[in-house]
Nanobody, 123 residues
Framework: QVQLVESGGGPVQTGGSLRLSCVAS????????MGWFRQAPGKEREFVAAIDWSSGFVYTADYLKDRFAISSDNLRDRATLRMDSLTPDDSAVYYCKSGTNMAALRSNNAGSWGQGTQVTVSS
């Protein structure tokens, strides 16, 4: 089992920045990919960004690439999401997820989820 704990969310004004952190514990040797998803009220959960340690690739949703960046220290037990130029449309609960690989990360039936951290952007 992998446990994930997110931190760094909170209120921020339009145009501001936040840095979300995700730290994993437990069977971290099984982690091959780690990423972030978000879910706004009344909307489906959507992919934000991920790191695939097996390939070294970083993936970010196209419409967020100019403002969001995911990074890691290569220890495979943490990932940071930096978010800049935030708008009210970015308000959501942000979830960290880990998987044995990118396919597991993207799957609805695999991987481990954190409990989420709320980001609220005011206008």
């Amino acid at each position: 089992q992998v446990q994930l704990v997110e931190s760094g969310g909170g209120p921020v004004q339009t145009g501001g920045s936040l840095r979300l952190s995700c730290v994993a514990s437990g069977l971290t040797d099984n982690i091959g990919a780690m990423g972030w998803f978000r879910q706004a009220p009344g909307k489906e959960r959507e992919f934000v960004a991920a790191i695939d340690w097996s390939s070294g690739f970083v993936y970010t949703a196209d419409y967020l690439k100019d403002r969001f960046a995911i990074s890691s220290d290569n220890l495979r037990d943490r990932a940071t999401l930096r978010m800049d130029s935030l708008t009210p449309d970015d308000s959501a609960v942000y979830y960290c997820k880990s998987g044995t690989n990118m396919a597991a990360l993207r799957s609805n039936n695999a991987g481990s989820w954190g409990q989420g951290t709320q980001v609220t952007v005011s206008s």
